[in-house]
């Protein structure tokens, strides 16, 4: 070696591993940069004397030579990746919190009897003496308000947290609510359960309802008559839980609160107020088990329903 090489940091660098590599070194932790420094070291000593092609390399089976072809048998050197080139992950309340602000749009949700059958007051005042969920329960169990009563096994009244600041609201039961009484508790229930963990939520910390309580035959879309006479009990339920958000998850959900028309496309993404309580529309998990492309438009809006909850 030249004593031009032993002025060059990278030669001595390249020479030093060498050395210990040599003496039986194992393990030689390098980061990216002094990897890719050495190699270049190496190939200039390869390439200029030769001397290297007269060094006893280690046997490969001893020592794998991470230099690619060069002479420099570093035994076994692992590229370290630095500190600061760990991938930084962001909590979900993170992510959250760097969502741009949405001004709420002002609505008047559509749960009033305004907007209800006639017939619907009737039961809307029985409601009316009502303080607790049992109450209500107890009303929608011997309900027969609409056709669905003599086709549903069981009424699928809700679930959750009485005192629930966060309520989601979804369509009607299907198949397996139906049998077990219970919402959201099949495939769709799942992905809901999944995606409401990752942004940080428990479901029993939050109360989970439909606006149908009984379920349509072979899960057709509710009739505006079911709609209709059904409504009553989930406005008494808002009432008692007194949620400070609500999703809804998919459109008849989201058409029945907000009281107006439009695709889940256009009405999703955006945030809406009446008073304290807001509404954040997504697709129902259902729709994104059929097609995923609706999975990342669902999670941007739990993210939004993340955010805003870590306003209250
Ligand atoms: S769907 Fe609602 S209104 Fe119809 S029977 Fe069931 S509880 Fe009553």
Redesign the pocket.
């Known amino acids: 070696m030249s004593g031009a090489k032993h002025d060059d940091p990278r030669a001595l660098l390249a020479s030093y591993l060498t050395q210990l590599a040599e003496a039986g070194e194992k393990d030689i932790c390098l980061s990216s940069e002094t990897v890719a420094l050495v190699r270049g070291a190496a190939s200039s000593q390869s390439g200029e004397s030769g001397a290297a092609q007269t060094h006893e390399r280690p046997r490969a089976s001893q020592a794998p030579d991470v230099s690619q072809g060069t002479s420099v048998p570093l035994n076994r050197a692992v590229e370290r990746p630095r500190e600061t080139e760990a991938p930084q992950r962001l909590s979900v309340g993170e992510k959250a919190a760097l969502l741009p602000e949405l001004e709420p749009i002002e609505v008047k949700l559509a749960l009033g009897p305004a907007t209800a059958d006639p017939d619907m007051f009737v039961e809307a005042s029985h409601l009316g003496s009502c303080t607790c969920l049992d109450e209500i329960e107890r009303i929608?169990l011997a309900?027969?308000?609409?056709?669905?009563?003599g086709t549903?096994i069981n009424?699928v009244f809700g679930a959750g947290d009485e005192n629930a600041d966060l309520m989601f609201v979804g369509e009607a039961p299907g198949a397996n609510e139906d049998r077990e009484g219970i919402p959201f508790i099949g495939r769709a229930g799942a992905l809901l359960d999944k995606i409401i963990e990752a942004a940080g939520f428990r479901r029993e910390n939050v109360y989970i309802s439909n606006i149908?309580?009984?379920r349509p035959p072979n899960n057709r879309t509710p009739l505006s008559s079911?709609i209709a006479?059904?409504v009553p009990?989930l406005a008494k339920q808002i009432e008692i839980i007194a949620p400070r958000i609500i999703c809804t998850l998919g459109l008849p959900a989201t058409q029945t609160l907000l009281g107006v028309k439009g695709s889940m496309g256009s009405l999703r993404g955006k945030v809406y107020a009446q008073g304290n309580l807001k509404v954040i529309p997504t697709y129902h998990p259902a729709a994104a088990l059929r097609d995923p492309k609706y999975k990342r438009p669902m999670w941007e809006d739990f993210l939004r329903i993340r955010k805003e909850y870590d306003k209250l």
Not at 143 to 149: D, F, R, V
């Open positions: 929608s309900c027969e308000k609409c056709e669905l009563a549903r009424v149908l309580k009984c079911e006479a059904c009990l």
